[in-house]
């Protein structure tokens, strides 16, 4: 039913910035929730922050809570992830997802669609 493309991950040093984006395209997306997601080497895949696409209203995890910045623009159908501040532990490939979930829901297993995922490394 829903889409998703990934772009905007490289290489960049710790203390620079990213932008992410993911077009989305399908059905009824407007209402659900959007999240983004990471995945290091050798580690489970973790949630970052989520918003719900119609209202807007995000919610990020603690860690990056300050540094990175989920939003979408009127104009199209694309939401973006801003990334300040960027760590080495950072490093990851970086996932958008959505699907019909409560607002507020970080595990992966509820979302039902995926992109394929942009590559985001942060050199010390």
């Known amino acids: 039913q829903v889409q998703l493309v990934e772009s905007g991950g490289g290489l960049v040093q710790a203390g620079g910035s990213l932008r992410l984006s993911c077009a989305a395209s399908?059905?009824?997306?407007?209402?659900?929730?959007m999240g983004w997601f990471r995945q290091a080497p050798g580690k489970e895949r973790e949630f970052v922050a989520g918003?719900?696409?119609?209202?807007?209203?995000?919610y990020p995890e603690d860690s990056v809570k300050g540094r990175f910045t989920v939003f979408r623009e009127n104009a199209n159908n694309t939401v973006y992830l801003q990334m300040n501040s960027l760590k080495p532990e950072d490093t990851a490939v970086y996932y958008c997802?959505?699907?019909?979930?409560?607002?507020?829901?970080?595990?992966?297993?509820?979302?039902?669609?995926w992109g394929q995922g942009t590559q985001v490394t942060v050199s010390s």
């Open positions: 997802a959505t699907g019909p979930v409560p607002f507020g829901t970080t595990r992966s297993t509820q979302f039902a669609y």
């Open positions: 918003m719900r696409w119609n209202s807007r209203s995000t």
């Open positions: 399908g059905r009824t997306f407007s209402n659900y929730v």
